[in-house]
């Protein structure tokens, strides 16, 4: 069955950076675009950054545009976001997830706070 496990949050101050993960597994991974999501306290999820299935285009939300940067290892499985330049607006769980697969995985919190 599809698994995605997301990993990698914590505690940053704001400016800081973290590099979020995501384990992908039980469907081929090569095949599908992929996404990270982040739904904040109160808050609707929202889409953060998508990647191409051959990881050849780029999309990100205007929040995150020159801060973040999604990449990703089709030898290896894995899905990643590096998150530079922190602001603790950013705090929110972040779920990666395939394009036109319903999983999500449990998702892993980034907090950005003095």
């Known amino acids: 069955q599809v698994q995605l496990v997301e990993s990698g949050g914590g505690l940053v101050q704001p400016g800081g950076s973290l590099r979020l993960s995501c384990a992908a597994s039980g469907f081929t991974f090569s095949g599908y675009a992929m996404s990270w999501y982040r739904q904040a306290p109160g808050k609707a999820r929202e889409l953060v950054a998508s990647?191409?299935?051959?990881?050849?285009?780029?999309t990100y939300a205007d929040s995150v545009k020159g801060r973040f940067t999604i990449s990703r290892d089709n030898a290896k499985n894995m899905l990643y976001l590096q998150m530079n330049s922190l602001k603790p607006e950013d705090t929110a769980m972040y779920y990666c997830?395939?394009?036109?697969?319903?999983?999500w995985g449990q998702g892993t919190q980034v907090t950005v706070s003095s």
């Open positions: 990647i191409t299935s051959v990881g050849g285009s780029t």
């Open positions: 997830k395939a394009l036109r697969i319903s999983s």
